[in-house]
């Protein structure tokens, strides 16, 4: 049971490139979120999936987009970065939100440079 | 605008003594506060949470103290032990999916 994974564990990235950031999780967990950590800063809500099939934006969406492949996979792309999203995003997974004692386990996050 | 306040960044304990992390917040919304524990390198872990209709709970050597009038919730650590050592994040949740979280306190526990 490996619970939240997440790849790549680096990456860095030149200005305009995109790429995709992929989380998986093997817990059966409905809801799934995406979270970025900036230095001096808590970690702020980019995008979630409240079950299979929905998204919706957290408080940061813009630059990014998500897609809930299925139950167990959901992927952050960057179309065009930007060096403001240099960062260290996380992915997590709930068994199912909208439940006050809904617990959050967390990946082991990305670490992303754009220059 | 930081609706959860962590205005500690550090703190250093001996082994064996209290810690106490700190947590404010602005948002009256908020009816359930949780603690996450963060090592290096890795995710943040859940530790504690405590629901707005009460002011204790309790687990093991760690105890979440609310304080609704003032805002202000706190987090005890008895004994404190080195492997306490970490980042702790005070996260906050008004409805279904949000949480907001603190930008974390390092605690370093001394042998």
């Known amino acids: 049971n490996a619970g939240v994974t997440q790849t790549p564990k680096f990456q860095v990235l030149k200005t305009g490139q995109s790429m995709t950031l992929q989380c998986a999780q093997d817990m059966n967990h409905n809801s799934m979120y995406w979270y970025r950590q900036d230095p001096g800063m808590g970690l702020r809500l980019i995008y979630y999936?409240?079950?299979?099939?929905?998204?919706d934006k957290g408080e940061v969406p813009n630059g990014y987009n998500v897609s809930r492949l299925n139950k167990r996979e959901f992927s952050l792309r960057l179309e065009s970065a930007a060096p403001s999203q240099t960062s260290v995003y996380f992915c997590?997974?709930?068994?199912?939100?909208?439940?006050?004692?809904?617990?959050?386990?967390f990946g082991p996050g990305t670490r992303l440079t754009v220059l | 605008d930081q609706q959860v306040k962590q205005n500690s960044p550090s703190l250093s304990v001996q082994e064996g003594r209290i810690s106490i992390l700190n947590c404010d917040y602005t948002?009256?919304?908020?009816?359930?506060f949780l603690w996450y524990k963060k090592y290096p390198a890795e995710g943040p872990t859940f530790l504690i949470s405590i629901s707005s209709i009460k002011d204790k709970n309790e687990d093991g050597r760690f105890t979440v103290f609310l304080n609704k009038s003032a805002k202000h919730l706190s987090l005890h650590i008895v004994p404190s032990q080195p492997g306490d050592s970490a980042v702790y994040f005070c996260?906050?949740?008004?409805?279904?999916?949000?949480?907001?979280f603190g930008t974390g306190t390092r605690l370093t526990v001394i042998p």
């Open positions: 999936s409240a079950s299979e099939g929905t998204t």
């Open positions: 996260a906050a949740r008004t409805g279904a999916n949000n949480l907001f």
């Open positions: 948002n009256s919304m908020f009816d359930y």
């Open positions: 997590a997974s709930s068994e199912a939100g909208g439940s006050q004692r809904d617990t959050q386990y």
